[in-house]
């Protein structure tokens, strides 16, 4: 197998993972209003790492410092976010920006930026949804990490 098939290889199954756990973690979140460690946590490592290996088998390490960089902005933007209104985020959600972020990073930067504002405007959209249909109120939690999945997924598609 040629390095350039490798490294395509990696990268597919680094999204095939990341899909994955998307799923899993939407479902959770929707039903139990939780982004747990024991899954966000080694999927970040785990991503990271097939990105790693990709950009050092093809030979193409500007993604890599991209998936880096992205995850820790993301990660340190939620944390800051957090920090700020501690209401308005939990500590699921920041760590999953760092998740987040090293997918959207990979891609580039400007879909990092477009990943990240499709999570707010979508959440809002929906929260807005709800509370004039009458299904939620001022109090009601919504789960954010489907968003910052959603728009994770939305912005290789349009940006």
């Known amino acids: 197998m040629a390095a350039d098939d490798a490294s395509a290889t990696l990268v597919v ?11 899993l973690l939407v479902r959770i979140d929707v ?3 939780r982004l747990p460690d024991a899954i966000v ?15 050092v088998v093809g030979g193409d390490l500007a993604p890599v410092g991209r998936a880096a960089g992205g995850g820790l902005m993301l990660f340190s933007a939620y944390l ?10 939990g500590g699921g959600d920041v760590k ?6 090293v997918f959207l990073g990979w ?4 879909e990092l930026v477009v990943g990240a504002a499709a999570a707010f405007v979508l959440g809002a959209a929906c929260a807005l949804a709800l509370l004039v249909a009458g299904r939620a109120g001022r109090d009601t939690r919504i789960a954010f990490g489907p968003w ?4 994770a997924w939305t912005a290789p598609l349009v940006a």
């Open 13 to 23: 199954v680094a999204h095939a993972g990341f899909f994955a756990v998307s799923l």
């Open 96 to 101: 999953l920006a760092g998740l987040v972020g």
């Open 107 to 110: 891609h580039g930067w400007t």
């Open 80 to 89: 800051a976010l957090r920090a700020a209104a501690p209401a308005g985020l």
């Open 31 to 33: 039903m139990e209003h």
């Open 148 to 151: 910052m999945l959603v728009g």
């Open 41 to 55: 946590l080694p999927a970040t490592l785990g991503l990271a790492a097939l990105f790693a290996v990709s950009g």
